[in-house]
């Protein structure tokens, strides 16, 4: 099977693709100005939000699902547990394993980060006439389904 980032991408479709690209990047960025608490990084907020979304997690677990080291993965866990949004609790099975969950003050940042983002995509969204609504509607959905692949 051929990786996706290995098929040439037909002329045509060239632009299509940039556009969407540095469109969906803009968007992303702006969307991840809007936050909780202005001093956390966006590794650490991935981290609250996966812990609030999918529950406890090992550290080793918490550094593939990110995509990271473990000890890359520790430092963002202890800048989550210095303010206690996270705690770490050793795993009873095993001992050597820490599990690290979320507290409520984590749950309530994720909840307010997301509150904010919801906030300004849907004043954003209600400037746009109907149609213009319609077809970021239609757009979203195609995204999701070019993104589950």
């Given amino acids: ?20 690209r540095m469109a969906t990047f ?3 960025r702006r969307l991840r100005s809007e936050r909780g608490l202005d001093t956390m990084t966006d590794a ?14 090992t550290l080793g677990e918490l550094a593939e699902r990110e995509h990271v080291t473990a000890p890359s993965m520790n430092r963002t866990v202890n800048c989550l547990e210095e303010p206690g949004f996270v705690t770490r609790t050793p795993d009873e099975s095993d001992r050597r394993k ?23 995509l849907a004043a954003v969204v209600a400037d746009l006439s109907p149609a213009q609504r319609k077809t970021l509607a239609d757009a979203a959905a195609l995204m999701s389904e070019v993104a589950a692949g």
């Fill in 26 to 28: 803009r968007l992303s």
């Fill in 1 to 20: 099977m051929v990786a996706a980032h290995e098929v040439p991408v037909p002329d045509e479709n060239a632009g299509t693709a940039r556009d969407l």
């Fill in 98 to 120: 820490v599990i690290i969950d979320i507290t409520p003050a984590g749950r309530t940042l994720v909840t307010e980060t997301v509150r904010r983002r919801d906030l300004w």
């Fill in 44 to 57: 650490q907020f991935a981290v609250l939000a996966t812990l609030k979304g999918h529950g406890p997690h």
